[in-house]
């Protein structure tokens, strides 16, 4: 039935440990072996895939398309948005008498579809506007400056950008960003890494550059940028890797020249994530979770930007996410941005002493998008909104009145099916409570067929959102959980501590035992629960397959994360092993080894019908993992259930055109309808 995948007798002494690889060859993406072992499976998806449910009404439910929250930069304020039917948002400028012009159009760049617009940013005055874009799914961002008036380039293409924030100076005429050292430069398997802050000037070659930060430090380090509004204060800040914890430097760029500021250290060598914003009342504002895993804001004086006292302290069950400063008022206020057990809101706090005077009504609970001001000042602020049946919409918040109204809504028009949303609380293996957000048809009768979703890492939060799929997943009389573990962000950086390193095992067992209470409370039955995860959460769906196959009737897993003992010598795999451990460490090989789904993959057993789904350009996590994974079940399953294979090209680990996000969709919902009943 499946296609021949030679198992290889190679085992790895690891610690004094015997690890065995018998894939290893499907690593060599471009061996004849592989390619052929890959058309294989491409048939054999193909012969499972038909006929294709649900994709009709998920492209009907995505005709809503989609809008982005303001940025203002003066009278001229820039946006995203996503017409019914569109690929790709596009980017767009409206000027102060209205008039709204397209600024950057994925598909006017490459009808293919394939190029994304990874990130923009507009200068301090809205005359410029960098932006960045890659192709194929690469995520390999090329950055380009264009005039806003005219639509000129200026500069560009800038190559090695990936992740780069853009930091512009006040007039335009020079930024800080990010770019990685020349591949010539660095050894080939270090190429992802090595990144370095420059300045570039506006007009001058990028050889010219002058590098800012980050010669010296370690290779896996992330960077961060900003210029205060008023130009005269730099923060540079470090990550290593996506480790919870950065050093935080600031230059006064008044007193030491933009090509080599003095940098001087707010927080560095401390086990916390600290950022800061420069008010425009000359205070210096911290957000921190340094002793308050949920958050805090503190103030500082810039000139002494290590003196913090309390502004608005840490929530006892609310993890602040951000804030906005109103200061065009008799009594300026700040906004505070919070996520209560994954719900938002917003409340609002006297600026200079940080009494709370209220809240900011929102439309219902459900999830909000960065709150925006105006950077000059004003007493309005706006911020994106969402929940399980309301596609994204722009809020608008008047401090004067204390009023929110709707100041944009997604630009189609959808019928919404009606659906039961509830947030329930479960028990996980160790007591822990757990929560678990619950979308069903609003006349349940008796346990349906379900998909439980979670994710549970790098203090990422799973919060309410309008889904095609789990709107079209559920009107067809199914039942769709989002679990909130430990690992991710939900209850603060605790929380997430709580799920990584030594404490993963915690995350499988908040997944499982989420399982076991929607059978016990017969919203399903084991024979008709589905799963799915991308990414870690992919990680996370392989391990509760081989920890409890009999848990599950079906498997969707997306470009996972599955051979947790070589991560590291893939994709952007050495950046993360400040959230699993590291193979080369004794003690962090132990954990590892202890749930690599991969090598926990045993013969005989009963394994739940399988999907794997994978993006050959995905540059973060390489699909090797899951044609490993698929190989090793394929041989060792006794289960009735198809262990299958989509491989997608061109297309990578994040955005992708709308018509390949519907066919994914629709995929993966055929092939869990099909094994759970529904």
């Known amino acids: 039935m499946y296609p021949t995948a030679r198992r290889e007798d190679l085992v790895d002494d690891l610690h004094s440990t015997p690890v065995p690889d018998p894939y290893r060859w499907l690593e060599d993406a471009d061996s004849p072996e592989t390619k052929g072992w890959l058309l294989g499976q491409e048939a054999l998806f193909r012969e499972q895939a038909k006929p294709r449910r649900f994709r009709e009404r998920i492209e009907e439910l995505l005709q809503s398309g989609s809008v982005g ?49 990874d990130a923009v940013q507009p200068d301090k005055e809205g005359r410029l506007l960098a932006y ?6 690469d995520e390999e961002s090329v950055l380009y400056v264009i005039d806003v008036a005219t639509g000129l380039r200026l500069e560009g293409p800038i190559d090695r950008c990936r992740y780069s924030p853009i930091a512009w100076l006040p007039g335009g005429e020079a930024f800080y960003y990010v770019r990685r050292l020349p591949s010539t430069e660095v050894p080939e398997n270090e190429r992802q890494y090595h990144r370095r802050i420059y300045l570039h000037r506006i007009g001058t070659s ?42 935080v430097w600031v230059a006064d760029l008044e007193s030491s020249p933009i090509d080599d500021p003095e940098l001087v250290a707010v927080q560095e060598g401390v086990d916390a994530q600290t950022g800061l914003h420069f008010g425009r009342d000359g205070r210096l ?8 895993p949920r958050g805090r804001i503190c103030v500082a004086d810039p000139a002494e930007p290590q003196a913090w006292t309390d502004l608005i302290p840490e929530d006892a069950e609310a993890v602040l996410s951000d804030f906005a400063i109103l200061d065009d008022l008799d009594r300026p206020v700040m906004l505070v941005g919070w996520t209560r057990h994954a719900i938002s809101e917003i409340t609002v706090h006297d600026l200079a002493t940080g009494e709370r005077l209220g809240e900011v009504p929102t439309p219902g609970l459900g999830t ?30 008047d401090a004067r009145t204390g009023q929110t109204t709707l100041w944009a809504a997604s630009p189609g028009a959808v019928e919404v099916p009606q659906v039961k949303t509830s947030q329930v609380v479960y028990h996980s293996k160790d007591g822990t ?36 799929s789990i709107l079209a997943w559920v009107e067809a009389g199914g039942v769709y959980a989002i679990a909130n573990l430990r690992g991710g962000g939900e209850e603060g ?64 897993c997306s470009a996972p994360l599955l051979d947790m003992v070589r991560y590291e010598l893939f994709g952007l795999g050495a950046t993360w092993n400040v959230e699993y451990g590291s193979a080369e460490d004794p003690e962090g090989f132990g954990w590892l080894w202890g749930y690599s789904p991969y090598h926990r993959v045993r013969e005989g057993v009963p394994y739940p019908a399988t999907l794997f789904t994978v993006f050959q350009s995905d540059s973060r996590v390489h699909p090797l993992h899951a044609w490993k994974m698929c190989a090793a079940l394929q041989h060792a399953t006794s289960g009735a259930g198809p262990i299958v294979l989509r491989n997608e090209t061109e297309v990578g680990h994040g955005a992708r055109s709308l018509s390949r996000t519907i066919d994914l969709s629709s995929d993966t919902l055929t092939f869990l309808a099909r094994h759970t009943g529904l």
């Open 285 to 292: 504002y911290v957000h921190t979770d340094r002793d308050a």
């Open 132 to 137: 960045q874009i890659s192709v194929g799914g």
């Open 493 to 556: 950086e605790q929380w997430h501590r709580d799920g990584m390193l030594g404490n993963k095992q915690n995350v499988f067992d908040d997944f499982h035992a989420a399982a076991e209470h929607l059978i016990a409370t017969g919203v399903t039955a084991a024979d008709r629960l589905g799963i799915s995860g991308g990414s870690n959460g992919g990680l996370l769906v392989g391990a509760a397959l081989t920890q409890r196959p009999e848990l599950f009737a079906a498997v969707v």
């Open 433 to 468: 409570e757990v929560r678990m957000l619950v979308i069903e048809p609003v006349d349940r009768d008796g346990p349906r067929p379900a998909i439980l979703n979670g994710y549970g890492g790098f203090g990422i939060s799973m919060t309410p959102g309008y889904s095609a």
């Open 69 to 117: 929250v303001p940025a203002w930069r003066g009278e001229r304020y820039f946006f995203s948005r996503r017409l019914p039917g569109q690929e790709h948002a596009v980017y767009y400028v409206v000027e102060p008498d209205g008039t709204e012009r397209a600024l950057v159009d994925p598909m006017a760049i490459d009808p293919s579809g394939l190029t994304t617009l």
């Open 206 to 247: 990028t050889e010219d550059d002058v590098m800012i930060f980050g010669e010296g430090l370690k290779m896996t380090n992330y960077y961060g940028v900003s210029v205060s509004r008023d130009g005269r204060w730099l923060q540079v800040s470090s990550h290593e890797g996506t480790a919870p914890r950065n050093d």
């Open 368 to 397: 909000i998008g960065g709150i925006a001001e105006r950077p000059e000042g004003g007493h309005e602020a706006w911020f994106g909104y969402t929940d399980n049946t309301t596609p994204p919409t722009i809020q608008r918040y």
